[in-house]
């Protein structure tokens, strides 16, 4: 059924199309907000949990650590488990400050 919707798209009048479009986009950007904020306050509660919370280095590796763009390689692509990708992304963030 699908596929009779995507071969007579063309028939759909442009203001219906153009308004369903909008929508889409606005949605898909509704979404991506939100996945945004929850990314946000998760780093927020993960830093608060680690000593010098205030440093912008550590900061940093637990963003990247909570951005999915981050866990989608490593557990998807790479093969690790979620345990896995967790104890790899916590090394980064614990040696924020450690002198080498």
């Known amino acids: 059924m ?15 199309r153009e308004a369903r479009e909008a929508r889409e986009v606005r949605e898909a950007r509704e979404a991506r907000e939100a996945r945004e904020e929850t990314t946000r306050q998760d780093v927020e509660m993960l830093t608060g949990a680690w000593p010098e919370a205030g440093d912008p280095a550590r900061r940093a590796a637990i963003g ?20 896995e990708a967790v104890e790899l992304m916590v090394a980064p963030a614990g040696a924020v400050g450690v002198e080498c």
């Open 2 to 16: 699908l596929t009779l919707v995507v071969r007579d798209q063309h028939a759909v009048p442009a203001p219906v």
């Open 64 to 83: 990247h650590a909570a951005a999915f763009s981050t866990w989608r390689p490593l557990c998807r692509e790479q093969g690790l488990t979620d345990r």
